[in-house]
Nanobody, 125 residues
Framework: QVQLVESGGGLVQAGGSLRLSCAASGRTFSSYAMGWFRRAPGKEREFVAAISRSGDITYYGDSVKGRFTISRDNAKNTMYLQMNSLKPEDTAVYYC??????????????????WGQGTPVTVSS
């Protein structure tokens, strides 16, 4: 079992920044590829970013490329999402996810092993 706890969400003005964290406990953190997803009110879940087990490979959704940066610190069992130049359309609940395979995180979220409870982000215009 892996437990994931997100933090860092909140209210920010458009153009501002936030950094989300996802703290993991349980099995060896470095054994899992990690990812961020979001769900806005009334919309389907959207892929945001993914990172490989070692952190050397990253993927981003088209809507966040160039603005968001995913990273991880395996020594601290923590993953991060630095969000810059935030827009009102970034408003959503953000979830972290873990799976041994980055291909699953990136392409098959329905098969992901572990999910956090989510942290809300609200971007005001």
């Amino acid at each position: 079992q892996v437990q994931l706890v997100e933090s860092g969400g909140g209210l920010v003005q458009a153009g501002g920044s936030l950094r989300l964290s996802c703290a993991a406990s349980g099995r060896t953190f470095s054994s899992y590829a990690m990812g961020w997803f979001r769900r806005a009110p009334g919309k389907e879940r959207e892929f945001v970013a993914a990172i490989s087990r070692s952190g050397d490979i990253t993927y981003y959704g088209d809507s966040v490329k160039g603005r968001f940066t995913i990273s991880r610190d395996n020594a601290k069992n923590t993953m991060y999402l630095q969000m810059n130049s935030l827009k009102p359309e970034d408003t959503a609940v953000y979830y972290c996810a873990a799976d041994p395979l980055i291909v699953i995180v990136r392409s098959t979220p329905t098969a992901i092993d572990y999910w956090g409870q989510g942290t809300p982000v609200t971007v005001s215009s």
